[in-house]
């Protein structure tokens, strides 16, 4: 395993001191952790790209680190990895939104002891997804939640989310943060040059992912090989495009290798204290954790290729702002001398439908194949 994901030259850092976009949402949770007084259910609500799910994870760390979030010990590296038993990550399952047997599941969980450290905490995403009929058997948990359990809601804003739900929690406003502001973010954080950093905000959407990112070799490859699928598309035919989605897939599930090994490693250390029921979870949990990741990395690749295109249309409409994928400079040139702004817009359509179709659960691989040649074709009409 790389060294280098451990800690940085720089020595760690808690995740919550990396908060550098949300300065007045860091001091108040310092503030909540070190007077022991957290809330038991939070709603963070803000614009996407405000670093929400960030502050989560570093509102977990703190919550779990027995220093209360030192950034060193074994507890706050397991928390930023995404790998600590205790925190858990859900998003919903489904189109239409959380299952009901994902809260039954959940409320099941909550009840059982914390497996490595004195505290449980929950992270649920997009929580205007909990719509009334999954959400109903949550409230009484969140309203009285047990004592070492802490729930963090996320949403874009606490209008869209169920009254019933929102009652129930803390309410944490994001300011919105520019993606200018983000990548001078991760500037600070990495030393990187800003091009780069400008680029994994566009590609990750939040900075500590944007970090994340480019410390991951293999996330980063899974980016360039999008970026060559569709700069290759101009020449390609049938047989090329289905092994090029065939070649996104295999990129995209290169860098969850790493996470499956921890897992098996945890399991294998953990089987002999842990009961057969509590294993079980943890191997279902385990699944679930690689499906959403596998997921988060498709998401990735396709906001690669909208930057991409983006790019085109700002050189195409010489756009102020500037070209964001400055490694790719040539590839947007080929794009721009092309196709006009109707081919790229379509381009960008293709992208978007694509994104849809993995939210409502098309196979990835299927979902490549059809943007791949959407785009094919939007781009072979000139203006
Ligand atoms: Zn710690």
Request: charged share 25%.
């Amino acid at each position: 395993m790389a060294g280098h994901e451990v800690a940085p030259q720089t020595g760690p850092r808690s995740l919550l001191a990396q908060l550098d976009t949300q300065p007045r949402v860091r001091a108040f949770l310092q503030r909540a952790v070190e007077s022991g007084r957290a809330s038991h259910a939070y709603l963070f609500v803000g614009a996407p790209g405000a670093g929400k799910l960030d502050a989560a994870w570093a509102l977990a760390q703190a919550l779990i680190c027995p220093h209360g979030g030192c950034g060193a010990c074994e507890a706050c590296v397991r928390v930023a990895r995404h790998t600590h038993s205790d925190v858990h990550y859900l998003a919903p399952e489904s189109a239409t939104g959380y299952l009901i047997g994902q809260t039954r599941d959940l409320i099941d969980e909550v009840a059982l002891a914390p497996i490595r450290a004195a505290h449980k905490v929950y992270i649920l995403d997009r929580a205007d997804q909990l719509r009334a009929n999954s959400a109903n058997s949550l409230l009484k948990t969140l309203e009285e939640p047990p004592e070492d359990v802490t729930f963090i809601l996320l949403g874009t804003s606490s209008d869209t989310i169920l009254p019933t739900i929102v009652s129930r929690c803390q309410c944490v406003p994001f300011r919105m943060v520019s993606p200018v502001e983000a990548a001078a973010a991760v500037c600070r954080s990495t030393g990187l040059p800003q091009e780069r950093c400008r680029m994994a905000v566009a590609v990750a959407g939040s900075p500590t992912r944007a970090i994340e990112f480019l410390k991951s070799a293999e996330r980063q490859e899974a980016r360039r090989a999008m970026l060559r699928a569709i700069d290759s598309l101009a020449h390609a035919d049938e047989a090329d495009v289905l092994s090029a989605a065939k070649g996104l897939i295999k990129a995209v599930k290169a860098p969850l290798a790493d996470v499956e090994r921890t897992q098996k490693a945890v399991l294998e250390r953990d089987a002999d204290y842990l009961s057969r029921g509590a294993l079980k979870q943890l191997e279902e949990r385990n699944k679930r954790e690689i499906t959403a990741r596998e997921r988060s990395g498709i998401m990735e690749v396709l906001a690669s290729a909208r930057s991409l295109l983006r790019d085109a249309l700002i050189a195409l409409e010489h756009a102020p702002g500037g070209v964001v994928n400055t490694d790719a400079q040539e590839t947007v040139g080929r794009l721009v001398a092309a196709t006009g702004t109707a081919g790229v817009l379509a381009a960008l359509d293709a992208v978007a439908e694509a994104e849809q179709a993995v939210r409502h659960n098309v196979t990835p691989q299927l979902a490549f194949e059809v943007m791949l040649l959407d785009i094919r074709k939007a781009l072979s009409c000139p203006s």
